[in-house]
């Protein structure tokens, strides 16, 4: 489920262009220099006309072969310092915008590393995607290019108009007044194109998300036949972009033909009116001349202000999506001034009459779970599919925080810890084992940076993850997406190894040994078993030999903890507890014959 805020309203929203201010801030003496070196070299195009007007009213009326030498000479030194200012413009432009595109990539990964899970619980990945890449290249290629010009031709605009009044203002005025529906039609397709443009890079997320999916998933839709179902939902993503595009185009195309249609009624007004000026004796011929030279250095910013403002406009949905990110609630923070607390190894784990609704959720999943772990016991939680055993495990390490009661460690509230310490004593190690492009090495030590041979060899020994040695480069062998790949069972020895390795405070499990055949699990059990007696556990057991791995188990049901105490005991004395045993013939069968031990 993807929460993607409305599109933009309909005002024009070039001021969200502000956001970038920050992240320009370091950077403003390269992006002055930029400005200046762009703009003075557009005023040395400026020179040129006047030039023009002063070779044909100076040595061509007069018939002056030597008066035009210095003038020329003027033009061509002009020529080479704009060259050279164009130069000095895109190796600074070059820095800046690159710099910018790096600390903004950088914060918006931190970002989407800090926010809660509740938040990536709601996002699709593709949309998360499309904004860390093509909404960032977006703002780069606005930073290095049209932020420049847009502002750069804006001013010769100004300038140029302000030259053009100088020389004969009647026909300046007339000039300005060609602009007019210019700027009218301007601010009302502004807002059109802003809405466009979000909704297109909108889609470009779903798109990315469905294709993300498609490719996740490939083994599933292989298996189920079902490739032509997921190819017709990807083409209805695609169909509804270009469509979203094409309206966009159209939109662009308009405002596109206008500023080119512009230039050539305002020269038709200046050849018309300046012909009857000079045969009014108001201008010289070396006037019209210099007034039509100086119009034509106009031409290239009002072509160009079409492309910029829509690439603004572009940039400022950008922005708007990238915000959304970085303004996210951070609902899982470090509370002001906590600092590092005592913390024994193994820790007295409770739960005190906690409570926990998803956000968003009706009904809360727990209600009221008091359940306490002494420091150094195993506590399996058992309950039926979906009770919310998982959902407990997580409050631990505030992958969500409680909505009601607390969760202690040692007699601390878990969230008077700083959350760097509280992940460092409490490791998790989740049924769905996650491993990452990064050799088995890496992988292992995310438990703990820092670790040595000796302490991975030893954590991969209790994972039963021996069989990395036998891998092409051993621990160095590349693993995760774009590696080797391991089986279901491998994968969860490995992140076994890498939660144990940190030696922890609190060991939380969720179901690690589920892709484990009876061979292995048996032979990871035995192992865990030297690892359990160190720390304290809570292990949610789906099968009987983890609920045998546990001191104690406690029974969820309706949100509630509706028993704790030893297997043996609750199958003999709690009829819902036999009875979810009953369901599950293994674990009644492990359980009696536990039972008789
Ligand atoms: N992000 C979420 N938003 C809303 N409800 C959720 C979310 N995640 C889980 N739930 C709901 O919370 C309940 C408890 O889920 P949880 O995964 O904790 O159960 P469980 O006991 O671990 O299940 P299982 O034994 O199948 O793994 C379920 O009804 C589930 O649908």
Redesign the pocket.
């Given at each position: 489920m993807t929460e993607i805020p409305a599109p933009a309203d309909d005002r024009g929203r070039l001021s969200s262009l502000a956001m970038l201010l920050p992240f320009a801030r370091p950077y403003r003496g390269v992006i002055a220099l930029t400005f200046t070196g762009a703009l003075l070299a557009t005023l040395t195009q400026l020179v040129i006309p006047l030039v023009t007007r002063a070779v044909v009213d100076g040595p061509i009326a007069a018939g002056d072969r030597a008066g035009l030498v210095p003038l020329l000479a003027l033009a061509l030194g002009f020529g080479i310092a704009e060259a050279a200012l164009f130069f000095l413009r895109r190796w600074a432009m070059g820095i800046s915008s690159l710099q910018l595109e790096r600390d903004l990539r950088d914060a918006l990964y931190q970002r989407l590393q800090r926010l809660p899970i509740?938040f990536h619980?709601g996002w699709s990945s593709g949309q998360l995607l499309s904004r860390a890449t093509s909404d960032v290249s977006t703002i780069r290629r606005f930073v290095g290019f049209g932020a420049v010009f847009l502002v750069v031709n804006l001013i010769t605009c100004v300038v140029v108009s302000v030259l053009l009044l100088v020389t004969c203002w009647p026909l300046g005025l007339a000039v300005l007044a060609t602009s007019i529906p210019l700027v009218v039609f301007g601010l009302r397709w502004e807002a059109r194109y802003n809405t466009e443009s979000r909704r297109v890079q909108d889609e470009q997320g779903e798109l990315a998300t469905d294709v993300e999916e498609a490719v996740q998933g490939i083994r599933v839709v292989k298996s189920l036949g079902r490739s032509r179902l997921v190819f017709d939902r990807y083409d209805r993503t695609a169909l509804r972009l270009r469509d979203l595009e094409l309206a966009k185009v159209r939109t662009l195309a308009l405002i596109w033909c206008l500023f080119e249609f512009h230039p050539q009624i305002t020269l038709a007004v200046i050849l018309v009116g300046g012909s009857l000026a000079v045969a009014g004796g108001a201008l010289t011929v070396g006037g019209l001349v210099g007034f039509v030279a100086l119009f034509t250095v106009l031409l290239w910013p009002i072509l160009s202000l079409g492309f910029l403002l829509a690439q603004a406009q572009e940039t400022a949905s950008a922005c708007d999506r990238i915000r959304e990110l970085l303004d996210a609630p951070m609902t899982v923070t470090d509370r002001p001034g906590v600092v590092p607390l005592p913390v024994g190894t193994p820790a007295r784990l409770r739960f005190e009459h906690v409570a926990f609704r998803?956000p968003?959720?009706g009904e809360p999943?727990l209600t009221d779970v008091d359940l306490d772990i002494a420091a150094g016991e195993t506590v399996a939680v058992v309950?039926?599919?979906?009770?919310?055993?998982?959902?407990?495990t997580a409050l631990v390490a505030r992958l969500f925080d409680v909505t009601g009661g607390r969760v202690t460690l040692d007699g601390h509230d878990v969230r008077d810890l700083p959350l760097h310490q509280l992940r460092t004593v409490v490791a998790t190690a989740f049924?769905d084992a996650t491993l990452f492009s990064m050799s088995v090495r890496e992988n292992v030590t995310l438990g703990r940076p820092g670790a040595d041979d000796d302490q991975v060899a030893e954590a991969l020994r209790v994972a039963q993850a021996d069989f990395v040695h036998e891998l092409p480069w051993g621990l160095d062998t590349r693993i995760g997406e774009q590696g080797l790949s391991l089986s279901g069972g491998q994968r969860q020895r490995l992140a076994l190894a890498r939660a144990v390795l940190g030696r922890p405070s609190v060991l939380v499990l969720d179901?690690p040994l589920s892709a484990l055949d009876v061979h292995t699990e048996a032979l990871v059990e035995r192992a865990l078993r030297d690892v359990l007696a160190q720390t304290t556990a809570l292990v949610?057991a789906?099968r009987a030999s983890t609920v045998l791995l546990a001191d104690r188990v406690a029974l969820?049901q309706d949100g509630r903890v509706t028993a704790v105490g030893r297997h043996t005991d609750l199958l003999a004395q709690v009829p819902a507890y036999r009875a979810l045993l009953s369901s599950e013939s293994q674990l009644a069968g492990a359980l009696t014959e536990a039972g008789s031990r």
């Open positions: 509740a619980e998803f968003g959720a999943v309950g039926a599919t979906g009770s919310g055993k998982t959902t407990m049924e179901d949610v789906h969820l």
